[in-house]
């Protein structure tokens, strides 16, 4: 175990990625669990190792002009540190452009792109944290890279992130290491929508060489980036995709 003050964040951790990835991380990391759905966080406490040692923090990132003093506060109460993120939280948008209302781009930007800028700026202030944030890795997808009917805001949202996530390993090298893990279709709460549609399913089985992905594959990446083994990786995007991206011609 590392120092006993300093946890690892997961944000969105209620479900899916962050669930598998807090669960993961529970055996060797004391963790502080984000989510907006109280009773999905103690659902994922419950899961992990030693869950009496991890913490809850539950808020909604939409109010992010709380955000940052809400999570100050909650360290200060809680007598903890964070020497690591994982940026997990997220939420899809299908929408033509020309249905996009201002408050879709706020609300989708807010919660996978700005809430991360706010959470990072305050980590990497003296107070309360103590100068200890050493590794962030962000949740990114292959539509931060590539189109996608109805994905325009989501593709925006994601390529925002990972743009922050290249001048952030920048400015914070070589203390704090910075990666981004650019994902392909996962099979979590927010896929099932899609995935019940037969067609869709089919060419999901059809365009992954790999089959599709499990919250676990990327638990698995999440771990290796925040471990020594990656000590001499910082400011990448790295495809987790079943090889989905390896071939993106028309079928």
Same mark, same amino acid.
């Given at each position: 175990?590392?120092?006993s003050?300093?946890?690892? *964040? ?6 899916g990625?962050? @669930?598998?990835t807090?669960?993961r991380?529970?055996?060797? +990391?004391?963790?502080?669990? /984000?989510d907006? !759905? $109280?009773?999905?966080?103690k659902?994922?406490?419950r899961?992990c190792?030693s %869950?009496? $040692? /991890? #913490? ?14 809400a ?5 200060v ?7 690591? =993120?994982? /940026?997990?939280?997220?939420i899809?948008?299908? =929408? ?6 201002? +408050? ?6 807010t ?11 305050? =980590? ?10 050493r ?6 997808s ?5 189109g996608?009917?109805? /994905? ?6 994601? &390529?925002?992130?990972d743009?922050?996530?290249k001048? *952030? ?7 704090? +290491?910075?990666?981004?893990?650019v994902l &392909?279709?996962?099979?979590t709460?927010?896929?099932? #929508?899609? *995935?019940? !549609? %037969? ?5 999901? @089985?059809?365009d992954?060489? *790999?089959?599709? &992905?499990?919250? !676990?594959?990327?638990a698995?990446a999440?771990?290796?980036l925040?471990? !020594? ?12 995709? &079943?090889? +989905?991206?390896?071939?993106?011609s028309?079928?």
């Open positions: 175990m590392p120092d003050s300093c946890y690892t *964040l997961i944000t969105g951790a209620a479900s990625i962050g @669930r598998a807090a669960i991380l529970s055996a060797t +990391r004391k963790l502080v669990l /984000h907006r !759905d $109280g009773q999905g966080l659902e994922t406490r899961l190792a %869950p009496e $040692g /991890h #913490q809850l923090w539950e808020f909604d990132l939409l109010e992010i002009d709380k955000l940052s003093q999570l100050a506060a909650f360290l109460e809680k007598s903890l540190f964070v020497d690591s =993120l994982v /940026h997990c939280a997220g899809v948008t299908i =929408l033509p452009v020309k249905a996009v209302t201002y +408050r879709n781009v706020q609300e989708i930007m919660v996978n792109f700005t809430s991360a800028v706010e959470i990072v700026s305050m =980590l990497l202030k003296r107070k309360p944290n103590g100068g200890n944030l590794n962030i890795v962000f949740i990114s292959i539509w931060s890279k590539f996608a009917r109805g /994905h325009t805001l989501y593709s925006a949202s994601k &390529g925002a992130l743009a922050f996530m001048g *952030l390993a920048v400015e914070l090298a070589p203390t704090v +290491r910075v990666n981004s893990l &392909g279709a996962v099979k709460r927010m896929a099932e #929508q899609a *995935l019940a !549609d %037969p067609e869709i399913a089919a060419r999901y @089985r059809r992954y060489l *790999l089959g599709l &992905g499990q919250p !676990d594959y990327v698995d999440v771990e290796f925040l471990s !020594d083994r990656a000590r001499w990786i910082t400011g990448q995007q790295i495809v987790v995709d &079943g090889g +989905r991206t390896v071939d993106m028309l079928k």
